[in-house]
């Protein structure tokens, strides 16, 4: 079994670092460059930052505030929100990223995810597909969770996958937040029809929440925001957890850093 990564997510609004539950009734969680300097000493495998409004509020990511996040950094920074174009990618690369994330414009743009691997290589291009289970089946939400699409879960992630994407960050926005567990059966059907990786997102809230999606899940990488953010699980002591459990982790000796 490969390595697998824990990923602390910054979800970032005015500057500041928040945490709703469902995408709704959001609270501040801190400052991110703070956090994002944290999360880098406690041995995270990557950090993902979104701006959570730039696309709502139809403007770019804040490119300053990705500069003065990435400089804290020694591991892989995914950025997300409000990208639209290859110039858009080119300036969050130059303030830092090494990654970028899109969602809602690749739904309204699928082309845009050809375009980006193109120019700058799959293994820069991660897709985030936020769903929510509407009765019949997983469907594709945009706009931070706002909009739906009628576009099946599985469909699109394959599209994505042969248009170029590197990596899928999906996201049950039916279990964001309220700490119950990862949406195993999606994450587990999208991992297997994928031969690139899946994140999984939404419903951490112990450890073994963790080893479930690992395990049941099929996933490659885990992210999760309000339990680092508030203090609820370290990211050391989880991957401690994780390695006793036959789940293979990339530790860090704390003296190093």
């Not at 944290?38 to 730039?54: C, K, S, V």
């Not at 997300?80 to 080119?90: P, Q």
Request: hydrophobic fraction near 40%; charge should be negative; glycine fraction near 10%.
């Amino acid at each position: 079994m490969l390595t697998k990564r824990i990923i602390p997510c910054l979800d970032v609004k005015d500057g500041r670092t928040v945490k709703g539950v469902n995408f709704v009734n959001l609270r501040d969680a801190g400052d991110p460059v703070e956090l994002g300097a944290l999360y880098a000493r406690q041995g995270a495998d990557e950090l993902t930052f979104l701006d959570i409004t730039a696309t709502v509020e139809k403007r770019k990511t804040l490119s300053e505030l990705v500069k003065r996040v990435s400089r804290n950094l020694n591991i892989p920074f995914t950025v997300g929100g409000g990208i639209k174009s290859i110039e858009d990618v080119r300036v969050l690369l130059e303030s830092g990223a090494d990654k970028i994330s899109i969602n809602t414009e690749a739904v309204h743009h699928p082309e845009k995810v050809d375009a980006f691997a193109g120019e700058f290589g799959s293994q820069c291009v991660v897709c985030a597909v936020d769903v929510r289970h509407n009765g019949s089946f997983w469907e594709v939400f945009i706009n931070g969770g706002r909009t739906s699409t009628g576009i099946e879960t599985i469909t699109w992630v394959k599209e994505l996958e042969s248009r170029g994407a590197g990596e899928i960050l999906l996201t049950s926005m039916d279990h964001d937040g309220v700490k119950q567990g990862f949406a195993l059966d999606i994450t587990s059907e999208v991992s297997s029809v994928l031969s690139i990786p899946v994140i999984a997102s939404g419903g951490a809230g112990t450890m073994d929440h963790f080893v479930d999606v690992f395990t049941e899940g099929k996933a490659d990488a885990a992210l999760a925001a309000s339990i680092f953010h508030f203090q609820e699980i370290a990211i050391p002591d989880l991957k401690e957890y994780l390695q006793q459990k036959g789940i293979p982790m990339r530790i860090i000796d704390q003296q190093e850093q």
